[in-house]
């Protein structure tokens, strides 16, 4: 290891260093796994790059070397996206945390583009436009230092996927989402620009509305030249909110190439994102139905957004009869005689600055909409009694991992399906016990999106579940949806009907489609450095 | 009947943000905190829509209607608007620039205007006006007491459950031995609800929420209540603050051992424990409480205030028979410094007939005069008698300074005298000094010579503020504070003697009582009466005491937090050390905890010291993996060492502690059991 000291990067850069690293065993013990804690992988030493530069000067080094790479941001996956299975060098993003930092490696002026300041928040830095709502910032930080860094701005980026830990990097790498994604969509929506360094260590710089594939080629401008990559045929296109598989279609954007693809095809350095103002008043309501039925037809109705004086909400969000008797010890107030909760939360204007409550005229369209869906009974808080409702919220999955940690641990879904097919789903998730296991499910109703969790009990039931699942699985993708709407793949693997273990992409995209991804890949990382394993694992092809 | 339910809009002491302290100013950023509903309030409420809608039921004609009240800025028609939105029929919001930097008594009076004023315009009859018992930002529990006396109606204190039978309503209350029954004959009448009635709900119907939004509410200002300036907000009030600053003291430093990082901290435990022994042995005081201790600053002006220094006594086991508190006792010692430093005497006011051997414990605790309230009284908790009999004698006697013991009795009978006496009163004071204090009263300077300077804990502890009393009403009210036990040191007066007076007291018939407050009333014809039911014979009495032993009264306390790791590691590692201590050394050892251990069910609320919890004083505080917020160190920082042991290094407490020992407390208990057993 000791000559790579005196490794310098030709052409970006000039001759930027490599970056602090450790080879000390207890540091890189702490990267080796995910929050799945499903898998765990060996590596012989973690780099803490500080820029664009360092990560650049890593991957030369790596190719000459002949070591993988694999990306961590906060380990907040349950993928196991980050677990360096092939073995090799670790590149932590957790120091990419100063945009001044980043603009100095590059000799650019630290000064900020025209429009923006430089706000500093804690050790971190990043660039606003308090004008215009934009933000460009590096990766390292996590979304709750962007949030409270954001909150003396009355901004909010939108993206919430819960898990406020999380580093933009690895929500840019997922393509994340969360509640409040019905109303704001996934991150690619929010996302203008990026810097990227492919795995060969050439650094771009993309704007969105500037590089689109035309004919089935992307064309990509680097600091080192020109690189043309051409896009496989025949790759399925996605509508529905999904999160398996790379983005490719003729006519995208270069940007979107960069989002949601489990960090195969390079290192995002620094996110340009638009921000929105904070919502100022939120009426949270939860709604308990008689039947499913009552309550689909309430979300469809939702969804469509065609009941006058009904905005959209910001989010919608669907426990079953079975979740609510997970938690009806710690909220006796749920209706003995609930079939399903709705829960959805929207925003109202004040009529007068120190009232509270949106006025009786905007609460009547909803009211009536109540009604008309025989919903039992509604809890509705505004303001700081939310707090209770927010615990209502996290009081599921909690019970869940409670409940699972005393057995044999949880298998949970990540599906979703086009709308018109929603109903066929979730009858098959309503029925899905049958197979012998205890579920609950609940989630992104908005969005199609319900995650079902079997309980097991024991390892047979285990193998029930794993079965059971594989069979929704292929539902979903027979509907026309997707395995994964936001969790990812990962290095996920699961049993086919033979028995055999097979990448879980390939249920979705078959053995055709992991191929494509494959070969796509190689087309920007020909010796296949970085992140491999994630979507098609390696030896695959 | 008709219900009025007081709402106040504080601060939210439990989620102060980090930003809210200015550091380098030592001063709260107001602005920063969080407002809300006083939490107690929402139980009032939620008692007062019980009764409400109970009643309704009851269907005696007309339905009674449920208005809240609240004194406060224009922001707080946001919580008015939530009482609507969880079910009152109106709310009554009184602001106005005139109301600020109101006292407990300015506030109360403000109060009261406006339930005049409520039953003259007719908005309500014969009211039962519901309250929290206090509220988390002053936690004096003074204003609805010193309305229920301006207002001369009834007070129901503590209320803890609530029956209706028939049309008869009875109130289950708190007293200082388990609970007893009030039932309410006639309102008007005035409750205060403790945290054992059921909470709101955390959410409403959207039709209430539309209803609440489109609601129409009263807003009186001064004018509208037709209140004199002078007898509203910081004109109207008694006491003044003199500042507020950090609760962080100084830290142990002097004589602090840390044991922990290279070295095995349980190596250390032989010399720690050899040093706390001797400390008990060789009568070592607690020297940490200089600072806020009673006593007097120099000063060579006259004292502004005449007469004796006065205790308000409280006995153990009746109101009327058994020994004085171990409280009383410290507060005698904390009178008899003050009125040493004002060249004056000490006088014990103590109900009931005073036995040979109680007056010499009293003269010991530095009382040079005992006075014997005898009466004939109730034998039910009923404030009000309590207080009419101890203002009568006040009148009488006009010490200068009253000091009563901030029990559950103490904390109504004293602003039920503060209130007919027009006096200041300061609550749960920390400290108790006399100094001149230079006021500004209509621009011009005065000096008001060797006043009291009461220190007390705001704001759940966050901050501190020292509190002046001047002249009220009639230039003869004394300078009151109550104080809770554990605060203050008994003084041993060997060989003292102290003369005995009896005070015997006439109860009034009806119409000789007037408050003589400008703003009284005609005399309301409310009644409450003790009920006929035995309480505490029922399933629901409540456990008062500490389970075994009385913390005020122990030498060590071994106190546990959520560190100790489980309610099973209490019984087999905090106990056998009490015991350990208790045969090693000799000495009394009781079992404390924090209030998250509390929380988390390891041992009753008795045993929980700190803010919302006891004050304890011992020699030998030892806590076992308490983490040790300003909360908890409020009820124990006085001790005179303190030991910790905890494995978190970030733990407040450690640095706040003589003696740290950084292991975790299965490691290290059962060494320290094993070194006592060896005679350590």
Known sequence: MSNLKHVRSPGYGGDSPLPPSTDDPEKIRSYLSDESSAMSGSAERVFYPQHAGHISTVLRAAAREEKKVTVSAAGTSITGARVPLAGGWILSIERLRRIDLEENAEDI??????????????????????????????????????????????????????????????????????????????TRRWVRGLRVVLPTGELVNIRRNECRARNGMFSIETDAGTTAVSLPRGYPVFRSKNAAGLFLADGMDLVDLFIGNEGLLGVVTTVHVDLVEVPRDVLTCVAFFRSIDDGLAFVDVLRHGDVDGVSKPLSLEYFDRRALAFIREAFPEIPPDAAGAVLFEFEYSRVVQHNPYPAGTVLAPWIA??????????????????????????????????????????????????????RAMVEAYDEADTCGVKTVFFGHIGDCHLHLNFLPENRDELALA????????????????????????????????????????????????????????????????????NMVPEGYC | MDLIVLVKYVADVDNIPEDAWDTERGTLRRNRLQMVANPLDDRALQLGLAIRDKVAAEARGTTGRLIVLS?????AEEICRRAIAHGADGAVLLSDGAFSGADTIATARTIAGAVRKMVAQGMVQDPLVLAGMQSPDGDTAQVPVQVAALLQFPLIPYVAEWRMEGHVLSFETLQPRGRSELTLQSPPALATVTKYIRDLPFFTSLVRMGVAADAILTKWNRDDLGLQEANVGLAGSYTRVVQIFSPEKRGRAAYRLDFGGEQDPLEALPVVLGALRDFLHTGGESDANTAEDSGATSSGSSSYYKGECAVLCE?????????????SRELL????????????????????????EELEELA?????CVVSIQAEFTNAFLPEEQANAVTALVRERNPQILLVPATLTGRVVAPLVAAELGAGLTADCTGLQVADFVGRVGGKETVYGKVLHQTRPALGGNVMATIVSLRGRDNRSPQMATARSGVFTPVMCQDAVATLETFVYQKPSCDDVDTGDENAIDRSRGRVVPSQRDVNAGPVLIQSQPEKTNLDECDVIVSVGLGIGSRENVE????????????????????????????????????????????????????????????????????GRILSINSDDEAPLLSHSDYVIRASCQDAVPVLIKLLDEGA
């Open chain 2, 364 to 368: 010991r605790s530095g009382a040079e």
């Open chain 2, 71 to 75: 004194m406060g800025p224009p922001q």
């Open chain 1, 369 to 422: 909409l109540l009604e008309a869906h025989r919903a039992i009974s509604t809890w509705n808080v505004t303001g700081r009694d939310i707090s209770r409702v927010r615990e209502f919220r996290h009081a599921l999955p909690e019970a869940v991992n409670t409940y699972v940690r005393a057995r044999v641990g949880k298998l949970g879904t990540d599906m979703a399906v086009p709308a018109r097919h929603f």
């Open chain 2, 333 to 356: 010692g904390a009178a008899r410094g003050l009125a040493e430093s004002l060249g004056t005497t000490t006088t014990a006011i103590i109900p009931g007939v005073v036995l040979s």
């Open chain 1, 466 to 533: 794993r079965k059971k699942y594989l069979e929704l699985a292929r539902l979903a993708v027979r509907l026309g949806g997707t395995i994964s709407a936001e969790h990812g793949v990962g290095k996920k693997t699961i049993e086919d009907e033979e028995g055999n273990t097979i990448p879980y992409l390939e249920v979705m995209l078959g053995a055709d489609g992991l191929r494509a991804i494959h070969a796509f890949k190689k087309s920007l990382d020909p010796r296949f450095i970085l992140n491999p394993g």
């Open chain 1, 109 to 186: 002026t630290p000064s900020p583009p025209a429009g923006f300041v430089l706000v500093r928040y804690r050790d971190t830095s990043f660039f606003l436009n308090p004008e215009t709502r934009q933000a460009i910032a590096p990766v390292g930080i996590t979304l709750s230092e962007f949030k409270e860094a954001l909150a003396p701005y009355n901004l909010v980026y939108p993206p919430d996927p819960t898990e406020m830990t999380a580093m933009l990097g690895g929500t840019i790498a997922t393509n994340a989402s969360g509640a409040r994604s019905f109303h704001y969509e996934p």
């Open chain 2, 315 to 327: 006995r153990e086991t009746s109101f009327e028979t058994g020994p004085v508190s171990a409280g």
């Open chain 2, 572 to 639: 087999r590692l905090a106990r056998p050390l009490v015991r350990a201590l208790e045969k090693a050394w000799g000495v009394t050892v009781g079992l404390g905890c924090s209030r998250a251990a509390m929380e988390a069910g390891y041992l009753p609320y008795a045993a929980q010291v700190g803010q919302t919890g006891r004050t304890v004083k011992p020699r030998v505080y030892i806590a076992l993996g308490i983490s040790g917020a300003v909360q908890h160190r409020v009820g124990m920082e006085n001790a």
